[in-house]
C-alpha cells in the first residue's frame, strides 16, 4: 500500500510555468513506476508522463517538450518517493485534474490537483 498526495496546482495565465509535486508513502520500495495523469471536463483520464524505479522516462505526445518528469532522490527512502512535474509554456488544454499514480502491481491514485489555464 501506498499514499499519494499531490501539491501545487492552481490558476495560471497561459504560457508561464508551474510545478506540481507528489509524495508517496508506505510501501514504496515496491514501486516499479510513478506518473501523473491528467482528467478534464467530461473526457477520459489520459497518461502525461511516467518515469520507472530505473529513472526512464515517457511522455504523452502533447507535453513532450513542456513538461518534464522527475524524482527526488535526496529525499527518497525505503519509504518515501517524491516525483515532480514541471510544466512550462503551459496551454488552455492543458486545463485538467492531474492526478499521481504509483504502480506497484496494481496501481494507486493521489486526490488529484486541479490545474486551470487561462487564456
Known amino acids: 500500500q501506498v499514499q499519494l498526495v499531490e501539491s501545487g496546482g492552481g490558476l495560471v495565465q497561459a504560457g508561464v510555468s508551474l510545478r506540481l509535486s507528489c509524495a508517496a508513502s508506505g510501501s514504496t520500495f515496491s514501486i516499479i513506476a510513478m506518473g501523473w495523469y491528467r482528467q478534464a471536463p467530461g473526457k477520459h483520464r489520459e497518461l502525461v508522463a511516467t518515469?520507472?524505479?530505473?529513472?526512464?522516462?515517457?511522455?504523452?505526445?502533447?507535453v513532450k517538450g513542456r513538461f518534464t518528469i522527475s524524482r527526488d532522490n535526496t529525499k527518497k527512502t525505503v519509504y518515501l518517493q517524491m516525483i515532480s512535474l514541471q510544466m512550462i509554456s503551459l496551454k488552455p488544454e492543458d486545463t485538467a485534474v492531474y492526478y499521481c499514480a504509483a504502480d506497484l502491481g496494481r496501481r494507486f491514485w493521489g486526490q488529484g490537483t486541479q490545474v486551470t489555464v487561462s487564456s
Open positions: 518515469i520507472t524505479s530505473g529513472s526512464s522516462t515517457n511522455y504523452a505526445d502533447s
